[in-house]
């Protein structure tokens, strides 16, 4: 473990015994006081939720505490999904941390006293913020997906997790004391709202946007207010633990980033970051998936004021030594003295100096660059550690703004996004051949911020739409206006030359939003909910038969267009819950055309409508009409009498595979039957019952396909994705759901329901077990180390016996010929769960040891019939 985490895993806060001891070291909490969920009238109810699980792209814990993230608490439990909760995974399901532990602090001036509220800090002893006593407190989720369980209108997100806590909590078993202090807690008297956003669209789908509303429930004026984000960020592979997990990252802050325009604009990105300082390739000079090459930030997006300023300051705690705890520090100034923070220059302890970090607007030069000397800038000079911290450390750092005032009863609204990118690590031998402590630019240079910087962009235009009046007074933001150079050609090859010219193509487009909230982005039409049923063929081959209803996806309008623009849908299967990893197996998609118009002025083309039906583009153009016909090397050209020809080219919108009647594809449940009389599923199960399934669907929009030839003992991930044509008017290409939104998880064989009411036999294989099979290979059916832990290549690490037919609950035994207990397995998966009827035995006695040849029996014992066998085992 890093540290451990008063503010989750510990009721009863209690001071180190040694002012700077490491909480690397600390020792083990006392019995008794974890706390996982409050119960008790007077507790504080704590809780936590998981984003990102099924829905976006990045994992990450919130808590009702002012932290996100889990820090050393590895035992707690996602409360919906009942998995580990991560503090924060990205790329989902991949195993990359990028997150010890984060919070939101905030301070102000009352009276005469400076008090700072804290989620937490550099020591985890002391939390500040807790919801109310159970039953109230607790954590609310809610969905716009009207597929999920916490489908709600008053959504914003495809999951949005609400939370409430105050720091108006002084007990001091909850509450400790602030080692710096000394004093117990005193509140500011505040009150925070926090919601957190996630949504799935491709754009969107790497970022996470927190908006708080922090309220004064006190008498007394806050005076010069500031908030800040604290983050301890940890990048590494969760296979990865101790110094080598938490050791080598760098910080810093990036302020802009070049656009993509043709006109050399710079796109402002402001966003604070964290990284690993090399990627973690493998030992033989790889990356690996198990490679840390991704980075984490956050960026403000609102604030109380437009005119307020901003601190970013980075530190690296010494728990130990008071003078190698270091952060980059001003010199001083006659009228701005250099602060004595109690012998430390990175860590800032107790109120008044976490208040001073919070308001002095000093912008930290980048980690990487603490070896250069920045003394002419006014910086402190380089610590004698500097060529060490360069290179990476265990760094955090705090992204400060202020000041502001609250009155009471007064609300205020903050604004900041989680944001990840992938490949700031181009290629993993960079940080041994080009890094310099005294010149790190050469390797600073060839780190790729780009996808950070377009996932920053992204995160401010979802939480304010560019171009958009959100509230009608014909404000839309503010835009760019790029215009190409007007060139002019003499052609002197006729008498007299001839001059043209080519006049300026401009192009505006707006980069920020009116400064109104909005919270929302283009979206694909809703995923519809899958049904998969397992089975085995007469030759005991896997299949999976996917069944899903599209009635959602098909009927629902697009927020911006106001248009039914659903398109299609996609089957996609996976061996891992990774978004990357699944491949495309089918497409189903409307036959339809795009009409691309060529504008007259520019010479260029443009999709400005919908897409079009063959029909509806015969009804315009004749009967024998092929749109294919007029490619872009041949537009078609229209004579418009009294007004301005045009020309057209066509395209397919997709692959236009409309065809539903192939069984081996996606295909119809009830090729036969027509569109429902009426959309209102009240009425239709009233007056036209035939048109429902038994389970009170439209059967018009019931579904199919089959995933057959499959490996019975292969964990597979399937999903089905809805796609739309885009939104041409809005420049938006076609969006289409992430396949984590309703992945199902699944072996392709007899369910255990099955099982248990036809009383199938349980199978065992290999059987025989030869050692020299080589199961892991494809040869060898790819029994074993199909789903290994990252980094775990030891065959005997990855061997695998297989039980399947199994009933949802059961006990296995293996026994030695000699009627000795070898192991005992303990099968128990709720009935639906993908597990229920498959079980693995890794070939390890109970004893631990690796198993010897032999004939062995093995026992399955359960309430729906026993059954008797043998394994034999060739070593």
């Known amino acids: 473990m890093k540290r451990f985490s008063a503010a989750i895993l510990f009721i009863l806060v209690f001071r180190p015994a040694f002012p700077f001891q490491s909480p690397k070291e600390s020792p083990a909490p006392p019995p008794g006081t974890r706390l996982l969920k409050a119960t008790l009238i007077d507790e504080p109810n704590m809780q936590i939720a998981v984003h990102g699980v099924t829905t976006g792209n990045v994992s990450l814990t919130v808590t009702n505490i002012g932290q996100f993230g889990i820090g050393a608490d590895e035992s707690q439990i ?76 008053d959504a914003v997100s495809e999951q949005d997790i609400i939370a409430f806590y105050t720091d108006t909590v002084t ?37 996470i946007l927190f908006d708080y509303s922090i309220k004064n429930i006190g008498h007394r004026e806050l005076d010069e207010v500031y908030m800040a984000i604290y983050v301890d960020g940890d990048v590494h592979h969760e296979s990865i633990s101790g110094a080598d997990a938490w050791s080598d990252d760098f910080c810093g802050f990036r302020r802009e980033y070049p656009s993509d325009s043709p006109c050399g604009f710079i796109d402002t990105i402001n966003i604070a970051y964290i990284a690993d300082n090399d990627g973690d390739p493998s030992d033989q000079g790889t990356f690996t998936p198990a490679s840390a090459t991704s980075v984490a930030g956050v960026r403000v997006v609102r604030t109380p004021a437009d005119s307020l300023q901003y601190s970013f300051n980075w530190w690296i705690t010494n728990y130990y030594d008071p003078a190698s705890d270091f952060g980059p520090r001003k010199a001083g100034t006659p009228t701005d003295p250099f602060r004595d923070m109690g012998g430390v220059l990175g860590t800032p302890l107790g109120d008044r100096n976490k208040y001073y970090i919070m308001k002095h607007r000093e912008f930290d030069y980048d980690q990487l660059f603490t070896g250069k000397d920045h003394s002419p800038d006014g910086w402190l000079p380089p610590p004698s550690s ?36 992938e490949f700031i690590h181009q290629n993993p031998r960079d940080f041994e051949d080009y890094f310099d402590h005294r010149n790190p630019e050469l390797y600073y240079d060839r780190l790729d911020f780009r996808d950070l910087a377009v996932n920053s962009i992204w995160a401010s235009w979802i939480y304010d739409n560019p171009g958009v009046d959100t509230n009608g007074d014909s404000t839309f933001g503010k835009k760019r206006i790029c215009c190409l150079d007007t060139t002019r050609h003499i052609d002197n090859t006729v008498e007299p030359p001839e001059t043209t010219y080519t006049y300026a193509s401009c192009d505006t487009t707006y980069y920020e939003g009116d400064g109104i909230p909005d919270f929302r982005g283009a979206s694909p039409p809703p995923p519809p909910v899958v049904r998969v049923l397992p089975e085995l063929d007469e030759y005991q081959r896997g299949r999976l038969v996917l069944r899903w209803n599209g009635y959602a996806s098909e009927q629902t309008r697009d927020m911006f267009s106001n248009d039914y623009d659903f398109e299609g849908y996609r089957v996609y299967q996976s061996l891992t819950p990774r978004a990357s990893d699944f491949v495309l197996v089918s497409s189903y998609d409307r036959e339809d055309y795009n009409r691309w118009a060529r504008d007259p002025i520019r010479g260029t083309w443009k999709l400005l409508e919908p897409p079009f039906t063959l029909d509806s583009l015969r009804r ?256």
Request: charged share 20%; net charge negative; glycine share 10%.
């Open 171 to 207: 007990n001091p078993a909850f509450v400790g004391i602030d080692y710096r202090d000394g004093r117990p807690h005193v509140p500011l008297n505040i009150e925070v709202t926090q919601h957190s956003y996630v949504w799935s669209y491709s754009y969107a789908q790497d970022f």
């Open 620 to 875: 315009i153009y004749g009967d024998d009409f092929n749109p294919l016909y007029y490619g872009v090397d041949n537009p078609l050209y229209v004579n418009n009498p009294g007004g301005t020809d045009s020309l057209y080219y066509f395209s397919k919108q997709d692959w236009n595979c409309s065809d539903l009647s192939d069984p081996n594809g996606i295909h119809k449940r009830f090729p036969e039957q027509p569109f429902p009389t009426t959309l209102d599923l009240a009425t239709a199960a009233l007056l036209y019952p035939d048109e429902l399934t038994e389970s009170g669907e439209f059967k018009y929009f019931e579904y199919e396909y089959i995933l057959d030839n499959l490996l019975p003992s292969q964990l597979y991930y399937v999903s089905i994705t809805a796609f739309d044509y885009g939104s041409p008017g809005f420049g938006l290409l076609a969006l289409e759901t992430s396949p984590l939104l309703n992945m199902i998880a699944e072996y392709p064989q007899n369910s255990a329901g099955l099982t248990e009411k036809a009383g199938l036999n349980v199978v065992v294989y290999p059987n025989p077990y030869r050692i020299d099979a080589n199961y892991q290979s494809p040869g060898g059916g790819q029994f074993e180390g199909r789903n290994a832990p990252a980094g775990v290549t030891n065959p005997e690490r990855l061997r695998a016996i297989h039980f399947m037919n199994l009933p949802h609950q059961c006990t296995i035994r293996i026994f030695s010929l000699d009627g000795d207990l070898v192991r005992e397995i303990d099968h128990d998966y709720a009935p639906g769960d993908s597990r229920a009827m498959h079980e693995t035995w890794d070939l390890i006695t109970r004893n631990t040891q690796a198993i010897v040849s032999g004939i062995y029996y093995y026992s399955i014992e359960s309430g729906f019939g026993n059954q008797i066998g043998k394994i034999v085992i060739i070593m």
């Open 78 to 153: 996602d409360p919906v999904t009942g998995i580990p909760a991560p503090s924060c995974v990205f790329p989902a399901n991949s195993g990359i941390e990028h997150l010890y532990v984060g919070g939101f602090w905030i301070g102000a001036v009352v009276g005469r006293d400076t008090l700072v509220s804290i989620g937490v800090d550099d020591y985890y002893s002391v939390v500040e913020f807790w919801p109310d006593a159970y039953p109230r407190g607790g954590i609310k989720r809610r969905s716009i997906q009207p597929s999920s369980q916490f489908y709600s209108e």
């Open 386 to 421: 500097a060529s060490d911290f360069a290179d990476g450390f265990d760094a955090r750092y705090l992204l400060s703004f202020g000041p502001f005032e609250i009155s009471p009863g007064e609300i205020l609204p903050v604004s900041f996004a989680y944001v990840c990118g």
